[in-house]
C-alpha cells in the first residue's frame, strides 16, 4: 500500500518568504508527527496531531511555525517569515493509535521535504 | 528530558565483520526504544524495536537488547553486508497526549568495505 508522502521533496525559497510544507499519511493512522533534520543531526519533533487537534506542539520552536490537519489526515507545515537557520529536510510520519495510551506503535516516515532558505 | 547518545561515526568496517553501534538514553518512566536506518537517498525506515526491559529487537539479522540497568539498547551484527551501508539512528519514545514522539541520537554512519 501507499506510504507517507510529502510535497515538495525539495524547495528553495529566500529568506523572508512564507512556505507551505504538505504530509500525505498512510490511510487510517490518527496520529501524525512533524519532525525536522539538520544536516548531520537527527531528526527532532515538532509537533504531533491526533486527529484534526494539535495535541503536542512543544517541538514548535516559535511563532513563525504553525501545523494544522483541518480534516485529520493530510497536515500541512507553514513557516512564516523564513530565516536561513529554518533550512533542513522537514519529516513526517504516521501512525495507529494502540488502545493502551502506555504502548507504543511504529511511525512510518515520509521522505521527507528539504527546504532550503537563501 | 529524555536525550539518546550514540557513538559517533563514521565507522568502516569490512564485509563480514562484527558490528556493534552503542547507544545509551537517559528518559523518565519507561520508554519504548527503537534503531532507525536511513539508506543513501531513501527515508528513514524502522529497523527494531523494543518495548519493555529485557525486550530484544531483531531485523535482518540485527539485534538490540533493552536493557534497563545500564540504559543502554546497543546495535549488534555478526557479519555485515556492504547493503548494510547506512545512517543508523537510536530513538526512545515518550507518551504525549496520547501520541508517542521520538527522540533521537544523532546518528552513526556505517561504511561497509570489500
Known amino acids: 500500500g501507499a506510504g507517507v508522502s510529502q510535497t515538495p521533496s525539495n524547495k528553495v525559497t529566500e529568506k523572508g518568504k512564507y512556505v507551505e510544507l504538505r504530509c500525505d499519511p498512510i490511510?487510517?493512522?490518527?496520529?501524525l508527527y512533524w519532525y525536522r533534520q539538520s544536516l548531520g543531526q537527527g531528526p527532532e519533533f515538532l509537533i504531533y496531531f491526533q486527529g484534526t487537534g494539535a495535541a503536542d506542539d512543544s517541538g514548535l520552536p516559535n511563532d513563525r511555525f504553525f501545523a494544522v490537519r483541518p480534516e485529520g489526515s493530510v497536515s500541512t507545515l507553514k513557516i512564516q517569515r523564513t530565516e536561513r537557520g529554518d533550512s533542513a529536510v522537514y519529516l513526517c510520519?504516521?501512525?495507529?493509535?494502540?488502545?493502551?495510551?502506555?504502548?507504543?506503535?511504529?511511525?512510518?516516515f515520509g521522505p521527507g521535504t528539504r527546504l532550503t532558505v537563501l | 528530558g529524555n536525550s539518546v547518545t550514540q557513538m559517533e561515526g563514521p565507522v568502516t568496517l569490512s564485509e563480514e565483520a562484527f558490528l556493534t553501534i552503542n547507544c545509551t538514553y537517559t528518559a523518565t518512566g519507561y520508554p519504548s526504544l527503537f534503531w532507525y536506518v536511513q539508506y543513501p537517498g531513501e527515508g528513514l525506515q524502522l529497523l527494531l524495536k523494543a518495548t519493555k526491559a529485557d525486550d530484544k529487537g531483531s531485523n535482518k539479522g540485527f539485534e538490540a537488547t533493552y536493557r534497563k540497568e545500564t540504559t543502554s539498547f546497543h546495535l549488534e551484527k555478526g557479519s555485515v553486508q556492504v547493503s548494510d551501508s547506512a545512517v543508523y539512528f537510536c530513538?526512545?519514545?515518550?507518551?504525549?497526549?496520547?501520541?508517542?514522539?521520538?527522540?533521537f541520537g544523532t546518528g552513526t554512519q556505517l561504511k561497509v568495505e570489500l
Open positions: 490511510s487510517g493512522h490518527t496520529a
Open positions: 530513538a526512545l519514545s515518550a507518551v504525549t497526549g496520547g501520541g508517542n514522539k521520538l527522540t
Open positions: 510520519a504516521s501512525s495507529l493509535i494502540p488502545p493502551d495510551p502506555r504502548k507504543t506503535d511504529t511511525q512510518y
